[in-house]
């Protein structure tokens, strides 16, 4: 049996239905307190207390949860409304309707190591995710090649080996490139998609 990728700590971003399309004012980042079974306990922001109306018992919701191995789209319900910091939300498996490899990217400085015909060289990271990497580099590099890099995920920890395919998302921006992870152990995706949990709630203590 697979292991249950919902653990504590993960982020759930809901979107709640006012009934007026406001986009992104609709959705609200929250983090698992203790999930289970049928149930989320999950956090909710003190500063998106203008939803509690459309947030009573019974009220319905879509649930993103940002897991490990992508995230998870639920059509979901509240079980208790948000009280103190916390709210509680049905989790159906039943009522999953998508589930696909996304993951969470936030702009992230670290060294990044790619081993090319010419030589290993030392490139500057410009976000991470647990997809991949966007990065810098002064020279041309052909769409759709592979290669052998390391990333430095932190400080003081062993670099992350890694197979990759090089992408050119934004043609507008030369230097630019993206390394999408082909081959890359889930310990250590694991890790990549932390450090990018931890880097979010860092930023949302800013605002």
Do not use: H, W
């Amino acid at each position: 049996m697979a292991p249950n990728p919902v653990k504590r700590g993960l982020k759930v971003q809901i979107e709640v239905d006012t009934g007026v399309s406001l986009g992104a004012r609709n959705r609200v980042d929250c983090y698992i307190i203790e999930p289970d079974y049928d149930r989320l306990t999950i956090s909710f922001p003190e500063a998106r207390s203008d939803l509690l109306p459309y947030l009573t018992e019974g009220s319905e919701i879509k649930a993103f949860v940002y897991t490990f191995s992508g995230i998870i789209v639920v059509n979901s319900v509240v079980f208790d409304a948000p009280f103190d910091g916390r709210m509680v939300i049905e989790f159906n498996e039943e009522n999953q309707v998508i589930q696909r490899r996304k993951y969470l990217r936030m702009p992230y400085i670290t060294d990044l190591y790619l081993q090319l015909e010419e030589g290993n060289i030392k490139v500057n990271t410009l976000d991470i995710g647990g997809g991949g990497v966007r990065f810098i580099y002064d020279k041309t590099l052909p769409d759709s090649m592979n290669l052998t890099a390391q990333l430095r995920y932190a400080n003081y920890e062993p670099l992350i080996k890694l197979q990759g395919m090089i992408l050119k998302k934004n043609f507008y921006k030369p230097n630019e490139y993206v390394l999408e992870f082909m081959q890359i152990k889930e310990v250590d995706r694991d890790k990549i998609i932390k450090k990018c949990i931890d880097l979010e709630r860092e930023q949302n203590k800013k605002y």
